[in-house]
């Protein structure tokens, strides 16, 4: 992956489909040239045991795998990373027949390098007997866990849009550069991308904190839905007065974790 990351050529910018760093936004600085930009999938088999499940979905699922921008210090003015060296963003082509995130092919190749790797993942989609092609974006994470344990990682992914309304945000990062006189680094950049796919907004602060929050508020969603519906059904009063004590414990709960 040497030669396509440090190519250099006039020609035009790569694309995965109609979607480039340009149209996500991203600096001119940051884009691969087109005529460097094809990643061969071979590439991503030979560094890694891989089962024949995934080899298959590998061959049949992603059309083509294209660099589309590499945001370093150098093209971003952002300082060095201390974590993350460098953010690529990865174009995943899915075939005719494929529709969903390919999440074990992003695990798979995130999962070879130390940069951070953004995926825009693109697809065609049959709307009103014509196609449209969209376009979500998709990063793979370390949770938050215990130190010593090993980390476990999740691909996270942003919801299909038009391909054309697909936006990376890394302004909000370079502006916090000047405002701040330690200066913003890519590892900030990391976050911020990040926050973006996952929660939808461009502070990355505090982020694996503001992950686990939102997961135990859809898990406490999910048990007051349940208790709800549980207290509904049940004719025992005293089933009924045990239900009502949960439900009301876990909406405490979720009231506290919204306010935070």
């Not at 088999?45 to 370093?72: C, F, P, W, Y």
């Not at 992003?106 to 376009?135: H, M, N, T, W, Y």
């Not at 929050?213 to 709800?228: F, G, N, P, V």
Request: proline share 4%; charged share 25%; hydrophobic share 45%.
């Amino acid at each position: 992956m040497t030669d396509v990351l440090h190519g250099s050529g006039s020609h035009g910018v790569a694309h995965c489909g109609s979607v480039s760093a340009l149209t996500l936004g991203l600096p001119a600085a940051t884009a691969v040239p087109e005529a460097r930009a094809r990643l061969p999938k071979a590439m991503f088999v030979g560094h890694a045991q891989i089962s024949a499940k995934l080899k298959q979905r590998l061959t049949n699922d992603i059309e083509s795998i294209t660099m589309l921008a590499l945001l370093r210090p150098s093209n971003t003015g952002l300082a060095a990373g201390a974590r993350v060296p460098e953010v690529l963003v990865i174009g995943l082509r899915l075939s005719a027949k494929a529709v969903l995130v390919p999440t074990e092919v992003i695990e798979l190749i995130a999962a070879q390098r130390k940069s951070g790797i953004v995926f825009a993942v693109v697809r065609d989609k049959p709307v009103d007997g014509g196609v449209r092609e969209e376009c979500t974006l998709a990063v793979r994470r370390a949770l938050p866990g215990k130190a010593g344990h090993l980390p476990v990682h999740e691909v996270f992914a942003d919801v299909w849009q038009p391909a054309h309304e697909v936006m990376l945000d890394i302004d909000t990062v370079r502006r916090a550069k000047s405002d701040d006189s330690a200066g913003a680094s890519i590892d900030d950049l990391w976050s911020s991308l990040c926050a973006q796919i996952i929660l939808g907004v461009p502070d990355g602060t505090d982020l694996d904190a503001r992950i686990v929050r939102r997961a135990q508020i859809s898990e406490l969603e999910m048990t007051i839905d349940k208790l709800t519906r549980d207290h509904q059904r049940a004719k025992d009063a005293d089933q009924r007065n045990e239900i009502y004590a949960k439900l009301h414990k876990a909406k405490q709960q979720l009231d506290t974790l919204r306010a935070q």
